[in-house]
């Protein structure tokens, strides 16, 4: 049990384009969802976390109106890059948050971005 | 606020020996530790977790951490490390309230013949 998937596992777009990324938990209700960012060799880094009826709450530095953040239903979660820039380019990793007071987060496999 | 530090970015041993990953962390209250696994390309796996039960915790792969409260340390091992466990590992501390988890910069543990 415990299984969160993303979507796409790795996608190219244009510069200027929007790219959305689909973060599901299969197995399990999650009314809170977490978008992190991972640069190469290094851990990762919170964007966002994602309540299912409401708005994202974003990180200090995090623009809202780039990473859009959107928690449709229990289930699922959405991350759309608009604008996309080459700076963007990254491995964007989801998690789930189980149900529970252990707080323990189930993490998707990621999605690599690549902005041309 | 919450923080946790690893002490060493990368570990060598060779199949076969202990493993020991260092994480120490700071909290304001009482803490949930989580110790994750990432392999090359994927997402993070939780290996075990501690939520004020038993101090001593086992979790997947035959890896193990105690909680130290009077060292603020949640150390992990194994045993025996296999070539699988080549992989980079990170510790966390959950804020509680805010159900956020805060992440150590990572362990790379590499695993020599």
């Known amino acids: 049990g415990a299984v969160v998937s993303q979507h796409p596992s790795w996608v190219i777009c244009k510069s200027g384009t929007s790219v959305k990324i689909e973060c599901r938990s299969l197995?399990?209700?999650?009314?809170?969802m977490f978008w992190y960012r991972q640069f190469p060799k290094q851990s990762l880094m919170l964007m966002a976390t994602?309540?299912?009826?409401?708005?994202?709450?974003?990180e200090q530095g995090v623009e809202k109106d780039k990473f859009l953040i959107n928690h449709a239903s229990l289930t699922l979660s959405t991350l759309t890059v608009t604008s996309a820039h080459p700076e963007d380019s990254s491995f964007y990793i989801c998690?789930?948050?189980?149900?529970?007071?252990?707080?323990?987060?189930?993490f998707g496999p990621g999605t690599r971005l690549t902005v041309t | 606020a919450q923080s946790v530090t690893q002490l060493g970015s990368h570990v060598s041993v060779s199949e076969g020996a202990l493993v020991l990953l260092r994480c120490n962390y700071s909290s304001s209250v009482p803490p949930y530790l989580f110790w994750y696994v990432q392999y090359p390309n994927q997402g993070l796996q939780l290996l075990l977790k501690?939520?004020?039960?038993?101090?001593l915790v086992k979790g997947i792969n035959g890896f193990e951490a105690e909680f130290k409260k009077s060292e603020t340390s949640f150390h992990l091992t194994k045993p025996s490390a296999h070539m699988s466990d080549a992989a980079e590992y990170f510790c966390?501390?959950?804020?509680?309230?805010?159900?956020?988890?805060?992440f150590g910069q990572g362990t790379r543990l590499t695993i020599n013949p």
């Open positions: 501690y939520t004020s039960a038993a101090t």
């Open positions: 197995d399990f209700q999650a009314t809170t």
């Open positions: 994602s309540n299912e009826g409401s708005k994202a709450t974003y």
């Open positions: 966390a501390v959950s804020d509680g309230g805010a159900q956020k988890l805060v």
């Open positions: 998690s789930a948050r189980f149900p529970g007071p252990s707080y323990e987060q189930y």
